[in-house]
């Protein structure tokens, strides 16, 4: 199966402004990515790329004043399977960890586990260690938090979202990161596209989403404690403690955003021929294509939706 995917985004910056863009996709997906891939803006920009301390792309740029549109699309390869279900997957005692897993144990700017700790331990302390107990978080977290985009608050921590039992899908991500945490099991936070692939689609604006990940087993599984069901398509952009680390932009000056758009949508397949296509069929249909996708992509401008 095939995913199209790719954004619009547009700041207003007043004066020259640095800035660092977490929005390539990430070197774990990169060998699916089919064709070129790359940020490219409106007005000229020197952008170069770096990796960071979790092995995220991320692209420098000194925004010009005035508006900048930056904007990719691309296709991906998906094998178009949910996410992978580990029932037997164990929990680790804390010195059996690998030693890169234990930052992912610790509190951080939007985890908070030193106000969660004493929470977690009296919902899950009878829980079976391992996959059950994360999937007793996800369904405490999923249960407790009400989604909407109009509950969005960028400064509200793991905590914040426990008490005030509302957010987005970065809030469920780190209420089940921070609870995990204070379980001892290792989790950090995802960001990347997820498209309505596999289930009914929903009334909501597309956006970028938050997952998080859970070190069980050996290994790491994908946990959704939003939809708190296994998911087809997800495209991971960045990993991290939590959002700080993986912000979409970061800007060091003031800037307005001025347009937001995201797509993932799942490419239908062709329709089926009952003779082959001429050589020139297939060499139209490859010349239209990026053109087109470029085009609906820069045609439909959405509006910043939190």
Do not use: K
Not at 119 to 144: E, K, M, N
């Amino acid at each position: 199966m095939q995913i199209r995917a790719g954004f619009e985004i547009a700041y207003d910056c007043p004066q020259p402004t640095p800035m660092l863009l977490t929005l390539s996709v990430h070197p774990s997906r990169l060998p699916d990515v089919i064709g070129p891939h790359g940020i490219g803006f409106d007005r000229p920009v020197d952008a170069t790329d770096y990796r960071d301390g979790f092995g995220n792309i991320v692209t420098r740029i000194l925004a010009p004043p005035g508006r900048l549109t930056m904007a990719a699309e691309f296709l991906v390869q998906d094998p178009g399977t949910p996410d992978a279900v580990a029932p037997e997957a164990m929990q680790h005692a804390v010195q059996d960890l690998p030693d890169e897993a234990l930052v992912f144990l610790l509190g951080s700017r939007y985890c908070d586990t030193d106000r969660l700790s004493d929470t977690a331990w009296s919902l899950f302390g009878g829980t079976p260690p391992g996959w059950a107990r994360v999937q007793a978080i996800c369904d405490y977290v999923h249960d407790r938090i009400a989604f909407g985009y109009e509950f969005a608050d960028p400064t509200r921590t793991a905590s914040g979202a426990h008490a005030e039992r509302r957010g987005v899908c970065r809030d469920f991500a780190h209420l089940a990161v921070a609870l995990c945490r204070c379980m001892n099991i290792p989790a950090r936070y995802c960001t990347g596209y997820l498209g309505d692939i596999g289930v009914p689609p929903v009334d909501y604006p597309m956006d970028f989403s938050a997952w998080f990940e859970a070190y069980l087993g050996g290994r790491w599984y994908t946990f959704d404690a939003r939809h708190n069901t296994p998911r087809i398509g997800r495209i991971l952009v960045a990993r991290g403690r939590d959002a700080t680390d993986v912000a979409i932009t970061t800007s060091f000056g003031p800037c307005i955003l001025a347009g937001f758009r995201v797509i993932t949508d799942e490419v239908p397949p062709p329709p089926a021929q009952d003779w082959p296509a001429s050589p020139h069929d297939d060499a139209s249909a490859l010349a239209d294509g990026p053109a087109s996708l470029a085009q609906s992509l820069s045609d439909d401008r959405g509006q910043p939706h939190g």
